[in-house]
């Protein structure tokens, strides 16, 4: 059962069924559904979770004495209740039964999560169980789910229960169980006819209706059961009761075929109309099915990865690539969605939009550029809301939010829960202002994969110039260094929210923020002599662009301030003076000191007095920027970077680091690369397993982290490889772990469908046929002209 394209877990664990429910999660990029049992209910133990994208409610509550407001995805009705009975008896419950064999799985070729199990009830009879569900790819309104039922010694009346249920809440994360989380109000529960139903739902700020009918039909083989049925329900639920009479050895077989609509899509008259509309027009669980597995398997056509005697760690990419297409996919594209930090398959963060597109998005932009496209309107649509931002805080520009829900406002938590202590503290996190760093990177990124002129002038340049604005407002000039300084932030390692005695009021000259700054400074001048002058004259007049603004811009793209210390690069201005942590002191102590600001706090002290870091900071200069992009781009500001520069400040940093988010395996593997192959390795299995073991002890219940997961294929793909695109051409440049054998890939190249072949001494580029232009590829010292059809090879 453990091939490479099946995710399975073998017997029955209570205490793992968070985790599992999580990974067994099934979606399409439109709505998601964690792999919770049909029969479950949110216990505790099981958590039948099912979000929309972009499907948001905002709850006021109290706490402490301080009114907080927090913006949530919200979990939404649950179409899989199906349950069982047997002659009259209790309603089937996994946790009351004797379990002779159980096994659940996943297949990654096609997304359908498969349970199996085999049970003995408390009158002796034996009854074996199979059931298997989708959300539907190909038409993103429809989920299904088949429950088949074997009696193997007996012979009765078998009562199945189908159900849409609207008695549901957000309680899946214990830390925010103290605070509002009932986001749905229940408008209808009704049958639709003798063997359907529908239930409609409207959020209770928010106001977006969902709506969801269900069809449920007994069948023996092609044949379907005449079996007595009843409507049940109330007013907040609804479904149908299906008794048969059953004979041992004979399976009887429930299809469940479900249809969602909220008041977000497009082409829809009411979310409720449309679903009792749609609903007859479904076919049975397996032309559906049919159906479904063909739209993955274009998926895969585009995103196919191959790792030749690597068999475990191809597996596991497998899986990151299904739960990223299960967030993502071509069903977004229509959708006024961003990138969720933990997936669609969990309430972490609330379901908020962070900076972890940054590593998510070159996954996508060589494979479904379109999608990168539209996930940015989502950043381009919320520009207005960025710049009021701005204007509210006295600066210029547009200042997104470090967390973003439906409407682009800053949703970032005031106060935050320490688990271990039980204290509630402010939470700083939003001065995490380099979120506008990754949203120009991102733009700029996507530009330079496809080339796409068309969103560099009417929408890119636009963004890139108003967070150039931004960076240019918040920097000042320090007449006694006579350099620019950027005060008050929050860097990515966020433990440093302020210094010893001002713990809230960030730090000064972040190196990774200064740095990038400039960076932006520089792409968003670059952009505006990249668009044709008609649209750079409009623009530069709807802005009101003066030509003082880009002088401005040039002095502090020569004179920006980056500290440094003891031969490496300070994390920000100040750090050297910090004290050092006592980190073996700490790992004999506590064993797991991933969240070393929470023990710390725990104890009374706070990590803003140590060299600690939770994540990569200064070193995501080297993750984002080549030596030969930031070597000039430091040089450019009078600073040098010597050849020993990189590995130096990697050391350094590696030994202050607890990695107490799942992104710093990523990007130390990243950078670790090209020097220190086998720690890279290291990094990179620890990435791999992020959410697979639950490396932080609990987060991946609450949902998947899917920048990590993407993040270990981009490893393969563009560090591992040296894949880069710039300045028009496509470069290589392999560092390739021989242990993994030989890897393969699908991209896509500036419209060029390309399939890659990389082992310890080769790489070949092979580009589809078509009628392309012919682009240009470089490996190492060699370049080549590529024309569709044909092919090229390097030696290493």
């Known amino acids: 059962m453990n091939s490479e394209w099946t995710w399975c877990y073998e017997g029955y664990d209570p205490r793992e069924e968070g985790r599992r429910e999580a990974l067994c999660t099934v979606g399409n990029g439109y709505l998601a559904t964690r792999g919770a049992a049909p029969e479950s209910t949110a216990d505790g133990t099981h958590y039948p979770g099912t979000y929309a994208a972009g499907v948001y409610n905002r709850l006021r509550s109290e706490v402490g004495g301080t009114a907080v407001e927090n913006e949530s995805l919200v979990n939404l ?25 159980y096994r659940q799985w996943l297949d990654l070729r096609r997304a359908v999560l498969t349970r199996r199990f085999r049970y003995r009830d408390g009158a002796g009879r034996t009854t074996a169980v199979t059931q298997r569900r989708f959300v539907d790819m190909r038409f993103a309104h429809a989920c299904a789910l088949e429950v088949a039922i074997t009696p193997e010694d007996w012979s009765g009346r078998l009562e199945v229960r189908s159900a849409l249920d609207g008695r549901v809440a957000n309680t899946l994360v214990e830390r925010y169980r103290d605070l509002p989380g009932d986001h749905l109000r229940t408008l209808d529960a009704r049958a639709l006819g003798e063997d359907s139903c529908l239930l409609e739902a409207r959020t209770n700020q928010s106001g977006i209706r969902v709506a969801m009918a269900a069809r449920a039909t007994l069948w023996r083989g092609d044949r379907g059961c005449d079996a007595e049925l009843s409507p049940v329900g109330d007013d907040s639920w609804t479904g149908h009761d299906a008794a048969v009479d ?43 099915l049919a159906d479904h597995a063909l739209a993955w398997s274009q998926l895969w056509e585009r995103f196919g990865v191959e790792i030749e005697g690597a068999p475990d760690e191809l597996r596991m990419i497998r899986l990151h690539v299904l739960h990223l297409l299960q967030t993502l996919s071509p069903n977004t594209v229509d959708l006024d969605a961003g990138v969720p930090a933990r997936g669609l398959h969990g309430e972490a963060y609330r379901g908020h939009v962070l900076w972890d597109e940054l590593i998510v998005f070159p996954v996508l932009n060589l494979r479904l550029p379109s999608l990168t496209r539209a996930l940015l309107r989502y950043r381009q649509r919320r520009l207005p809301e960025a710049r009021q931002a701005a204007r509210e805080a006295g600066l210029a520009g547009a200042m997104y939010p470090w967390q973003s829900g439906s409407d682009g406002r800053e949703e970032t938590q005031w106060l935050h829960l320490n688990p271990l202590s039980g204290h509630w503290r402010p939470d700083p996190t939003w001065r995490q202002r380099h979120v506008g760093i990754a949203v120009a990177y991102n733009v700029w990124q996507y530009y330079q994969v496809t080339g796409d002129r068309e969103f560099l002038a009417h929408h890119g340049t636009r963004m890139l110039v108003e967070i150039a604005r931004f960076w240019a ?17 929050v860097g990515p ?6 210094y010893p005695g001002a713990e809230e009021d960030g730090i000064d000259n972040n190196a990774y923020t200064n740095v990038m700054a400039v960076w932006v400074l520089l792409r968003a001048v670059d952009a505006l002599f990249l668009i044709p002058d008609r649209t750079r004259r409009e623009l530069t007049a709807d802005l009101g662009l003066e030509p003082g603004e880009l002088t401005r811009w040039n002095e502090i793209g020569e004179g920006m301030f980056v500290p440094f210390h003891d031969g490496v690069i300070s994390q920000f201005e100040g750090y050297e003076d910090l004290q050092e942590l006592d980190w073996e002191g700490y790992r004999r102590r506590y064993g797991d000191i991933q969240r070393l600001d929470r023990i710390l706090e725990a104890e009374g002290d706070s990590v803003n007095r140590y060299k600690a870091s939770k994540q990569a900071d200064v070193l995501m200069l080297f993750y984002l920027l080549s030596a030969d992009e930031l070597g000039p781009l430091l040089g450019r500001l009078g600073y040098g970077l010597d050849g020993d520069a990189i590995p130096r400040n990697i050391a350094y940093y590696l030994a202050r680091t607890s990695h107490g988010s799942t992104l710093s395996a990523v990007v130390h593997a990243w950078v670790l690369a090209r020097a220190h192959r086998e720690r890279a390795m290291e990094f990179f299995c620890r990435a791999l397993r992020s959410d697979v073991t639950d490396i932080q002890g609990g987060t991946t219940p609450e949902g998947i982290h899917l920048a990590a997961m993407a993040g270990s294929v981009d490893l393969l793909q563009r560090c591992f490889s040296g894949l880069e695109t710039r300045e028009g051409r496509l470069e290589l440049n392999p560092y390739w772990p021989e242990e993994l054998g030989t890897l393969t890939l699908s991209i896509t190249y500036r419209e060029h469908p390309l399939r890659l072949h990389i082992c310890g001494h080769c790489v070949q580029v092979v580009a589809g046929a078509g009628m392309h232009r012919s682009i240009e590829v470089a490996c190492r010292d060699e370049t080549a002209e590529l024309r569709p059809g044909a092919t090229v090879c390097f030696p290493l």
């Open 246 to 288: 059953v004979a041992a050895g004979e399976t009887t077989t429930l299809e469940k075929i479900v249809t969602v609509f909220t008041g977000r899509d497009r082409a829809v008259s009411e979310p409720a109309e449309e679903a009792a509309r749609w609903l007859p027009r479904m076919g049975r669980f397996g032309e559906l």
């Open 493 to 498: 390692d966020e433990f440093h929210t302020g």
């Open 473 to 489: 407002s918040l920097t000042s000039y320090d007449p006694r260094r006579g350099r620019y300084a950027i005060r008050g932030v």
């Open 77 to 101: 009705p649950n179409w899989l209740p199906v349950t069982f009975r047997v002659d009259g008896g209790p309603w089937f419950d996994v946790d009351a039964v004797r379990l002779l064999e």
